[in-house]
């Protein structure tokens, strides 16, 4: 079914916390659904952003939870950690360079340039917080962006410090070694246990509080501090729009949380924005 096209209907929704999946899943629920989401998107002029891997999935990068998202059986916690990396460098880069080999030939979907539409139209009132590390939001257009937890594509010396942009992929060491003093190279990610950025994760919750809407995409919403950036929109009164294909900690608090792929829900949301 195409949303593209869709009148923007008067309707409102019983109460706050009205969540589509509760009231049923019949694709009327979600066409009420994504013209409550467009009104809302429509009136604001501060929104604030936080995306998940979810939201590069329809462009071939892998999930880390949920179907399709394990690597060889490993969870994310047992291969995104300093331990892990010190335990079996080798293990830890084979994860990463199957990652970049994927996110190499990843191009931006809809719903990567829906969002980009709506920085164009909304500027300086519209900030985009990711988990992600593939850059393809950069790569949409997107350029409000703050990345919380890194970049797949930097990597960083172990022992003398030094950081790079690398591109290979593959990899033609594994693990790489850094040529200037032989030490390990590791993934210029932020690893569990490991401090956000300051700047990114001030950015997150300053724009948090603001915001008039806060759209939450395609992120199980598990790991912290990143999930609680929503959590502190809700707090200082945004409305909550979650998309995700499954329901998560945060879907019975938002107001709106639609089931679907954020390539296909996100543009007739932001439709116009552009
Ligand atoms: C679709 C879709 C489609 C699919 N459309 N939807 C408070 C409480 C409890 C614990 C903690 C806490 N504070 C800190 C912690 C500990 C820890 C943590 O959160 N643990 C929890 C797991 C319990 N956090 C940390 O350790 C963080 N650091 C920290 O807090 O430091 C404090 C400190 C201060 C001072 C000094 C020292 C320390 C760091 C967290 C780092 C997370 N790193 C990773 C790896 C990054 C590098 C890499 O990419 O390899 O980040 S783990 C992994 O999870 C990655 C992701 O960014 C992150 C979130 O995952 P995301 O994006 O939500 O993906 P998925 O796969 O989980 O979900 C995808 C979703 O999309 C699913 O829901 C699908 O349904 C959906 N989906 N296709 C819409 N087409
Ligand atoms: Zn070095």
Redesign the pocket.
Known sequence: MSFARLPLPELTLPGAATTISRLNTSEQSLLTGIAQAREWVAAARRVAVLT????S??SGVP????AG?LWRHYR??EL?TQQAFMRDPKLVWEW?DW?RQRIALARPNP?HYALAALERRLAEGFTLVT???DGLHERAGNQRIWR???D?WLVRCTGCGREERNFEAPLLELPPRCRDCGALLR?G????????PADALEAGFTAARAAEVCLV???????????LIPRCALEAGARIIE????P?DLSAAAHLSLR????ELLPPIVQGAA
């Open positions: 998940g891997a979810g939201i999935a329809e999930t880390f939870r949920g998202g994310p916690e995104a990463y990652r719903g988990q992600n590390v919380l937890h890194g797949i993934p990610v932020v690893w569990f246990g490991e401090p956000l995409l395609g992120t199980s919403s598990v790991v912290y501090p990143a999930a998309i995700n294909l499954d998560t679907g792929r954020t390539g």
